[in-house]
């Protein structure tokens, strides 16, 4: 169920309305980062954006240890910007950040899952001419 649920998740991000993460190819994608090429995708064209799965838990687990049939899948969305200068950043960079957590909050998973909730967003990075932001996105689904 996680390439399900990943997928689900890259496709949303990629319908992105505004188009701000390419068209040709859109800059979405599950394996980014860590290739001998660009480790830390210093050389990225931006926006662009990392789905990462970082694991599930389990629901109000049994105190007895038995364990239900579902889990709460957790991702975080690394969604790397330009750092240019305060009018970008409030023009471009931040309503890229909405229209991300708007396109998949709420929004039906993929079947055997229930609805995608984003839960939050942090900043990861900020350096001479880039910010990463941590999106967090859940969602119920089976095991």
Known sequence: MIAEL??????????????????????VGLAAGATSIDPFMEKVQLPAVWVVYVGDVQPDPDPLGKCGATVVAQFVVKVLLEY????????????????????????????????????????????????????????????
């Open 84 to 143: 240019k200068n305060e009018k970008d950043m409030v023009d471009n960079q931040y309503p890229l950040l909405r229209e991300i957590a708007n396109q998949v909050n709420g929004q039906m998973g993929p079947p055997g899952a229930m609805r995608w909730k984003y839960t939050g967003q942090t900043l990861d990075e900020l350096t001479g001419n880039r910010m990463v932001f941590d999106q967090q996105f859940s969602i119920v689904s089976r095991m």
């Open 6 to 27: 990943a997928t689900d998740l890259q496709t949303k991000i990629k319908s992105i309305a505004s188009g701000k993460l390419g068209t040709t190819p859109v800059r």
